[in-house]
């Protein structure tokens, strides 16, 4: 693949549909509300659960579309790579809630438990209907861009988790409805609430391993280094760093030694032809190197466990 025809390939990639993250936030809004009421006219947990859920929601998706507008601002002296962190930091702070809420939750169904209380289990399962066709079609509209954006992925799993849990809503309202169950409502929000914690751990490990600048999991350093090595005139390449500037956006930097003293003209084919290898082979958007002869580093520096 030449040059060119990459570039191509990155230019296609389109930006996340705004509109549609503002009418996820209106449609989870609503729900919330309406499971709200109903929550308390039926005196389900297992609604009002959802409830809450759908209210985090809304926020969440409100917070997504909020993060897209900041990231697109351009870089300044003070911001040098531009605001596009801001979702990374949107969907950290979407997990802690969904955590956090999920805890109160498994919390008031304890108590539920050993304090079963009547239900009215048709306001029950139509308010649950309601919330999930609204959320099957949230979900329509999100699920195009949930793959390019950790922030959208966020929103977007806890959209799934909504519809998953306004369909075991219905399952329990059902059940209240034919066998007079209730200890079925608090179970319910047990599980819940155990998938909401476990997708809000995905995305808090996801966020912090960017924030914390870790290597992506799938970028294999070593196979870098022994790509690059076989160019004739790389000696070594070392003091390799990766990060991932956002979740799509991944950066590299190393030092590389040279096998004689070359020519500038000559060090810049070399490093296009680097970086045209890192960017085809291992999806590399930015490349920084710095070239070197007769460094005398110490052997550690060069063959470092991390990318040995």
Known sequence: ??????????????????????IATFLNTVIALV???????????????????????????????????IGKREANP???????????LAALF??????????????EAWQRWHNPEPIDSKIMLVVAMVGLLANVYALILLKRDAGKSINVKAAYIHLIGDSLSSL???????????????????????????YIIRSGFIILKE????????????LDLPAIKNRVEKIPQVLNIHHMHAWMLTDQEIHVEAHVELNSDLALSEVKNIRQEIELLLKENFSIHHVTLQFEYLADHAPSLIHSKSVS
Do not use: C
């Not at 039926?42 to 579309?65: E, P, Q, R, V």
């Not at 997990?95 to 498994?106: D, E, G, P, R």
């Not at 966020?207 to 799938?218: E, G, K, R, T, Y």
């Open 94 to 107: 979407n997990a802690v809630i969904l955590i956090v809420i999920s805890i109160f939750l498994l919390k």
């Open 35 to 69: 499971e709200l009421a109903g929550g308390i006219l039926s005196g389900s947990l297992a609604l009002f659960s959802d409830a809450l859920h759908n209210l985090s929601d809304a926020f969440s998706t409100f917070i997504a579309y909020m993060a897209t507008q």
């Open 207 to 218: 966020s912090v391993n960017i924030l914390m600048q870790s290597a992506p999991d799938h």
């Open 168 to 194: 075991v809503v219905i399952i329990g309202g059902a059940s209240i409805a034919l066998f007079e169950i209730y200890w079925v409502d608090p179970l319910i929000t047990v599980f819940i609430s155990l």
């Open 78 to 88: 003070k911001r040098t790579f531009g605001y596009k962190r801001i979702e990374i």
């Open 1 to 22: 693949m030449s040059a060119s025809k990459h570039k191509h390939k990155r230019k296609r990639r389109h930006p996340v549909n705004e509109k549609n993250l503002l």
